[in-house]
Structure formats: C-alpha cells, structure tokens
C-alpha cells in the first residue's frame, strides 16, 4: 500500500461497517434459533430429559447428510487463515459462501461445542474477495482488505477491538518501521472501530441480548503466595494448551480418513446429547454461558471443574472429527478457566491473578501469539492485569519451546547478548590447511592466466605492420634533412665578420 489514498480510506470504512453489519446479523439469527430450540420448544413440550439426546441426534442426521451432498462446510479458521497466507486471497466459488453460511447455522443450532468464527471469517473472506475481483482492485489493496476483514471479524465476534489488530501486528517485522506499514494500521483501527459501531447498531435491534465473553470478578490483589504460584501456573497451563493442540491434530488425521460422513456425525450427535443431559455446560461455545459459569464455579470442588474443562475440550475434538465443523477459541477460553477456577478453588492465593495467569499460558500456546492473547483477554480480565497476561503467554511459549518433550517449532524470539570474537586456534591439521590454501592460490593464478589467454586478439594484416615500421624511419630521415637545411641556411646568412675577411 504505497499511496494513501482517501479513497481506500472510505473503502476501510465501509469494509468494518459492513462486517460489523454481517457480523451481528449471523450472531443474532443464531441466537433467535437458539432460543426458539433450546427454550421456547423444550418449554412448550414440558422440559422433558431426553430432549437434548433427540436433539443432538437430528442434528447428526442432518449434518452428516450436509457433509455428503456439499462437504466439509463451514471451513475451519485454520483453513482460511492457511488459504488467504498462500494466496492473499479466499475463495468464493462453486457457491462456498453459501455452503459456509448453512453448514455453519447446522452446527451452532444443534448445540455443537464450536463457535461462529469459522464460518464468519470464511463468510467475510470470500465476499472481500468477490467484491475486489469485480471492482478490479490490485492484488495488494485486494490483501489488505482481505486481512482488514479478517482482523475486524475477529475483533468484533469476541468483543475485543485490538484482538485482530494485535495478531497482525505481532506477525510483522518491526525492526523497519515504514510509512506505509504504518498507514496500514491507521485503516486497520479505523476499520475495527466502524466495525463496532456497525455491529453494535444492528444487533441492538435483536430482542433478549445476552453479555457474552465475560466472568465475574475476582480479587485480583497480590499476595507473596499468589506470585509464587504463577510460575506453576504458567507451566501447568502451557501443558494444557499442548493437550488442547494433540487432541486437535489427532482430529483432523481422523476427520481425513472419513469416507462416509453421516454415521460418526449420527455418532458426534448421540454423544454430544448424552453430555448435554449430564451437564448444560458442554454444549454450544460457551461465550452465551460462561459469566454464569464462572458464578456457579464457587460452589462446584475441584474434580467437577476439571472434568468441565477437559471434557469441554474433548468434546469440542470429537465434534471436529465428526464433520461438525467450527471455530474453537470460545471453547479454548472456555476450558482453560474452567480448569483454572479448579485450581483457584484449592489454592485461595489472588485467585484473579492465577485464573488469568493460567488461562493465558494455555490460549497463548495454542494460538502461539502472547501478544494477541494478551489483546483477547484486554476486556475480560482487569486491565492492570495485562502486562502479566501478556508475560504469561510469553513465558508459556518459550517453556515449551525449550523443553525437548514437546517438540514445538521456534515462534518466540529470544534476546541475545552480542558475543566477542574468539581467538582463533591452530588445529592439528595446520599444515594441510596451509596446503590447501596455495593449491587455491595457484588454481586461481591459472584461471586469470588462461582468461587472459582466451581474451579475442585483433588481427593485423602483414603489410599494416610494415608500414608502421617504415613511418617512423622517415620521419628521422626527414628530421635530419630538415637539420642540415637550416644549418647550411644559418651559414650562408652574411656577417660583419665575413664581409671584414672578404676584405
């Protein structure tokens, strides 16, 4: 983006309101769906206990048939933000919003422990695509836009403006800081922010709004206990992301060896209900129930929580294996305070403070960007807790960088001293080394000997040389003459000395 164009500043402008448009009615429609299944229907039937089993299950027909005439829709946020690395772009084709539009209604109204940023973000990514293609937009502002959308989709669906704007940001190379890169993240905060007012526009006209993405508050003051325990803390969290990640893969390597999809997504359905008669909190994401989560955690014990939080995870992998498709960062936060309000209950030590110490560690690993965890929790935990969120998730990346066991790809840059140029020692082979050296020498004397050799050479005829040698004898010749012409002339020259001998 080299020009600053007023022009691309409205277009950001628009991009954000519209997202924010789009955004809130996606959110809105589920939710009515959500109250029409889940409370007007069950009331009206008389609650009865088998109502999520049955459910669950039509659900798993339903999808699995989905799957089989379309395939696997909604695509996963993974995928897209795979797609749009490799392409700067996602594609729209062969009806795929559509097909992320359905899929992604399937799976939230059934109940399915996912959230809505998948479908959102595939949604939002192929209609920024068509409209650039169609206005004929260049392949660097059609990326921007592309990665604007993105970045307010996710800022606005988990309520957290400087989530998307952070993710992008922790990615670039700022040890150059140029003016363009820097205009770019004026329309990208530009964007987020009409993204909001776009969002909180429309969905304000939806009726039984819920606060979604929040816990209740919890003293946060520090004691010496407290910050002892933040370093088990951030262990035990950053080994709860690594869990979260291996049941994560080992669900996609399941969902690719899956040829007829319609009996695991019966299976993911049947499974999904049962949980849900155990307990309400394993069914949908997780962002509608987790303040009231987090309120009744006081008088749940440890192994209740825990199971919650693991069996939250579990499920969320299953549902992924299934062909139930979805984005799992609201079941990713969820889980990790449920396990870490488990922990907070038996060590009653600024149980704020490891609650968000733990929780970070974990999402930091996951989504492997501390900096972007610390912009998703901003509005959820205390503000003056943001720097230690940011630390945790941070320190949660490099203990599993540096323990062996996990085998995790360096992502965190450390800082290193520079290092003082050490003393060079002769080896045992010196001699062989000097040798080798005057072998190079004299290759390279050849090779400049035989260039110059092979260098073209003008070619002179015979007669050219002896004309050039016969000219300068000439002109000596001719010198001479020229000498003795003004010798004999100066003689002849008369004098008063002559004229008195002639006397």
């Given amino acids: 983006m080299n020009k600053f164009k007023l022009a691309f500043f409205g277009y950001s402008g628009l991009l954000g309101l519209a997202i924010g448009v789009i955004v809130a009615l996606f959110m809105g429609a589920s939710e009515l769906g959500h109250q029409l299944l889940w409370q007007t229907l069950p009331q009206a039937l008389g609650n009865p206990r088998l109502y999520p089993l049955i459910l669950c299950s039509i659900g798993g027909i339903l999808i699995g048939f989905f799957v089989r005439a379309f395939g696997g829709y909604p695509r996963t946020l993974q995928e897209s933000l795979n797609e749009y690395q490799e392409t700067k772009r996602i594609d729209y084709r062969d009806g795929q919003i559509i097909r992320n539009l359905l899929g992604g209604f399937l799976v939230l109204l059934f109940g399915a422990s996912l959230g809505p940023e998948a479908a959102l973000v595939a949604m939002i990514g192929g209609l920024i695509t068509y409209v650039a293609d169609k206005r004929k937009i260049t392949a660097s502002q059609r990326a921007d836009l592309t990665e604007f959308g993105i970045g307010t989709s996710l800022g606005v669906i988990f309520m957290t403006p400087l989530f998307g704007v952070g993710r992008s940001a922790e990615r670039e190379d700022w040890r150059v800081v140029t003016e363009s890169k820097l205009k770019k993240y004026v329309l990208y905060i530009f964007a987020t922010f009409t993204g909001f007012v776009g969002y909180l526009l429309t969905y304000n006209l939806f009726p039984d709004q819920e606060q979604v993405f929040a816990i209740r508050r919890m003293a946060t003051n520090f004691t010496w206990q407290g910050v002892l325990l933040c370093i088990p803390m951030i262990i035990l969290g950053a080994c709860f992301g690594k869990f979260f990640l291996f049941l994560r893969e080992k669900s996609e390597q399941l969902n690719q060896r899956i040829r007829n999809p319609l009996p695991l997504a019966i299976f993911a359905g049947i499974l999904l209900g ?79 403070v490891l609650v968000a110490v733990f929780t970070a560690a974990a999402c930091a690993v996951i ?67 000097v040798k080798e050296i005057d072998e190079a020498r004299t290759t390279a004397r050849q090779k400049k000997v035989d260039s110059k050799e092979a260098q073209p050479q003008v070619v002179v005829e015979k007669s050219d040389l002896l004309n050039r040698k016969k000219r300068p004898a000439k002109l000596e010749t001719k010198q001479i003459n020229d000498f003795q012409s003004t010798d004999s002339s100066e003689e002849k020259i008369p004098t008063r000395m002559s004229r008195h001998r002639r006397r």
Wanted: one cysteine or more; charged letters at 10%; hydrophobic letters at 55%.
């Fill in 367 to 433: 989504l492997k960007q501390p900096f972007a965890t610390a912009c998703l929790f901003l509005l959820v935990f205390p503000v003056e807790l943001f720097l230690w969120v940011w630390l945790a998730g941070y320190l949660a990346n490099l203990f599993v960088q540096r323990v062996p066991f996990f085998h995790e790809a360096q992502t965190i840059q450390t800082f290193k001293l520079p290092q003082l140029p050490k003393r060079s020692v002769k080896s045992e082979h010196a001699e062989e080394d």
């Fill in 274 to 352: 049962v949980l849900g008669m155990i307990s309400p909190y394993f069914l949908f994401s997780g962002e509608h129930n987790l303040l009231s989560f987090t309120r009744q955690a006081e008088t749940m014990n440890f192994f209740i929580l825990l199971l919650i939080g693991l069996g939250k995870a579990v499920i969320t992998m299953i549902c992924l294996a299934c062909n139930w498709r979805g984005g799992t960062i609201f079941p990713m936060i969820f889980s990790s305070i449920a396990i870490a309000l488990a922990f907070a209950n038996i060590l009653p030590y600024s149980p704020g």
